[in-house]
Every structure is written in C-alpha cells, then in structure tokens.
C-alpha cells in the first residue's frame, strides 16, 4: 500500500469520526432533553456509539489491503 492511499485511508477514518462523533453527540443531546430528563448519560452513550462505529468502519477500511476477497481467491 502506497503511503498516498495510507493518507487517504487515515482522512476518511478522521472524517468519518468526527461525523458519527457529531452525530452520536447531537442525538445524545436530542433524547437527553426530550425523553430523560436532562440525564448526561444519553450524551455520553450516544458519543461512544458514534465513536465505536468509526472505529469499527476505520480499522475494516485499514485492513481491507491485507484481506483476501472471495472473488480473488477463485481466481
């Protein structure tokens, strides 16, 4: 792997981080407010998802070059 496509890997994982990160704080906030009472524990759930999602889609994306896919293994 190219360290070009190294780079490009690692921008997608930042931006997809900070995407289900925003995104897992806004609704955190959203059901806080609305459904528990002002609670921080919504806030907290809601990021960690956000940020497990990421982790999980990054470290699928960085491993994707070493992974053998089925329709190269028949060839």
Known sequence: MSEKELGKKWDRCLADGAIKLGTGLGLGIVFSVLFFK?????????????????????????RSFYMLHSSEKEQ
Do not use: K, V
Request: with cysteine; glycine share 20%.
């Open 38 to 62: 002002r609670h921080t524990w919504p806030i907290s759930f809601g990021s960690g998802t956000g940020l497990g999602m990421a982790y999980g889609n990054c470290q699928n994306d960085l």
